[in-house]
Every structure is written in C-alpha cells, then in structure tokens.
C-alpha cells in the first residue's frame, strides 16, 4: 500500500471504510469503501484523523479485509443463522430464535490464527428475538490469503461453528401443588408466569391443574397429562423441605427416572428433573415465579432444543450459577448460567 495525504487525494478511490466516531453517540463509517474523494470530503477526513490516505496495490496470495470476512464468515455460518453485510471490515451472524450453538473447539482453532478473529456470544444462550450474536474480521487491511484458507479448512471438520438449535413446539402439562391454592385460600400466581415464559419459548401450555398436598393426586395429575400427549409436564409448588412439600415423591412414584434433585444455582437450588419414558418432568421452585431468571430459564430451553440433560450438566451449572441479582436485569445477556 502506498500513502498518500489527503489534500493529495482528489479522485482516488477508497479501499476500505472510514470510521468516524462520536463519543457517546455513534461509530461506524464516514465514508464506505470505494467512496471516490472530492474536495468537499478533505476537511471531513481531517476532522476524524485521516490525514492520509492508503493507495491499495493488491500482491499475488493476499485478499481484502471484505473478501476475507466474506469467506470466515462463510465457513463458519450454520443453521438459524443469516450473515450482514460488510461494514467496517465486520460481518455479523445474525441469529433466529432459538438456543445458540458454538463449537468452541473450533472456534478457539480460528483464533489462533494470527489476525483471524471470530467472536461470539455464549455457548447455549437462548435467544428469544432475531438479534446478532457472533462477528468475524481480520486485522489487517490485507491479510495472506493461505491464513482465510486454514479457516475453511478448519471450519470443514465440523458440522458448523455458530448455529440456531430451533425450540421445538411443546405440549405442557402444568400441575400446581399445594392445598391453600386447590382449596381456594389464595389465588395462583404461579400459572401465568409459567405460560408467558413457555409462549416466549414458542411452546403451549395445554392446562393447568390444581392438586393438594397428597402425593398421589399430584402423580395421577402428571400421568393424565402424559396420556393426554402432554411432551413435558411441570409441576410448581411443594418443592421445599416442609413436611407437607411432597411433589419430590409424586414425581418418583410416576415411575421416572429421576436425572437430578437439587441444583447448584442460586436462584433454583429445589429443582428436579425426571424422565418418563422420553417425556421430562419437572419440579419448579418457587424463585421461578419471582425471578425472571432462575434454574428454568437455564434448562428448559436446552429441553426445548432437543439436547439432553445429564447430571454432569447440572453440576457443570455451580460455575456461573449464582446470579448477582442486578437492579435491571438483562438475562439472557448477563453472566448467570454462563
């Protein structure tokens, strides 16, 4: 590349986008790649730093910082997930709604390549409206094109590196617990936040049922669901350690496997997690009905998706677990569960 001043300019064509950054307010390009400069764009490029300007002379084996991300990009795209245009050198990956998917083995390959970068969000984030979730650039103006060559190939072993799982349409079943709620003394609250956060997740609550404290209802409730077509089946209420908490020994007594009781996440620790011949039940807590993120907003999505669940992955959760209980809370883009 040869450097030419600004005044000197007049004419020429840009070989890459001019930033222009306005602290507070905005970034992003002045001026786009192949602008051709007029005199009225001289005191612009002044003002955001440029008093020179780079003549691109391209050299056998190298490629543009556009074409480079261009095929990363490429490479690294999987399901769910559409691509930007260039701006700035960037491409973005912009995901559908679903739960992220990222290959980190793969993706820490990419960026031991010199002057490749690919960034992401978390593995296993849900998201729940099209938004961006990883970007791909390289550093240089001009990169050696062998190095976008050992991404593709890397890229190549794997089914993809930045992918949607797409949430899967459930049928949930929905038994609430507890005398005082089956007797009429108080009023359920706990319903209407489990089918917002299930409608969000773009599954349905086929009913809610109402049960005492008698273990036997409460298991006779779960297993009508199932026979109903129920795919899921939660079960709020009774999860703490009263004497008169008994949804732990409704949920055994249905026969399923029981794959974790207890959790080693602060809001969530009460939680239980079983499986009956496919279909997962679950204990909730009652942090789900106060909490807009907690143990539920951890594990059902990953059900959703069509990942299983082990107890190796509930105890992998104590690292990131605990939630700091922020004034505004950003979940899903926050640390709790990561």
Not at 260 to 288: E, H, K, Q, R, S
Not at 293 to 307: H, T, Y
């Amino acid at each position: 590349m040869k450097t030419v001043p600004v005044q000197d300019a007049v004419g020429m064509v840009l070989c890459h986008d001019m930033t222009r950054i306005v602290p507070g307010e905005t970034k992003g390009p002045a001026f786009k790649k192949g602008h051709v400069i007029s005199e009225q764009d001289i005191e612009t490029l002044l003002e955001i730093g440029k008093e020179h300007i780079y003549v691109l002379n391209m050299e056998k084996g190298h490629i543009h910082e556009n074409e480079a991300a261009a095929r990363i990009a490429k490479a690294a795209v999987g399901p769910g997930i559409t691509l930007s245009d260039v701006s700035e050198g960037r491409i973005n990956f912009l995901a559908s709604p679903g739960l992220l998917h990222v290959d980190v083995e793969a993706l820490n390959r990419i960026n031991s390549i010199e002057e490749v970068v690919l960034a992401t969000m978390h593995n296993g984030q849900q998201v729940t409206s099209p938004r961006p979730v990883a970007g791909t650039r390289v550093v240089p103006l001009v990169i050696d094109e062998k190095k976008i060559e050992q991404v593709e190939s890397i890229c190549g072993e794997y089914p993809y590196v930045v992918g949607i799982r797409p949430f899967r349409h459930h049928k949930v079943g929905l038994v609430t617990t507890g005398s005082e709620v089956y007797h009429g003394r108080i009023k359920d609250k706990f319903g209407p936040v489990i089918r917002k956060k299930f409608d969000l997740l773009g599954s349905t609550v086929m009913d809610q049922r109402l049960t005492s404290d008698d273990p036997s209802m409460t298991r006779d409730a779960i297993m009508a669901f199932i026979a109903e077509g129920a795919e899921m089946v939660v079960v709020t209420g009774g999860m703490s350690v009263d004497p008169d908490d008994q949804t732990p020994t409704a949920i055994r007594a249905t026969g399923a496997e029981v794959v974790t009781y207890g959790a080693p996440t602060f809001p969530g620790v009460m939680f239980m997690l079983a499986m009956l011949d496919g279909v997962p039940i679950l204990g909730l807590p009652g942090c789900v009905m106060y909490y807009r993120a907690s143990i539920f907003d951890l594990v059902i999505p990953r059900l959703l998706a069509g990942e299983e669940i082990t107890r190796d992955h509930i105890v992998g959760m104590g690292h990131g677990g605990f939630c700091a209980v922020c004034d505004t809370c950003r979940y899903p883009v926050c640390p709790f569960g990561k």
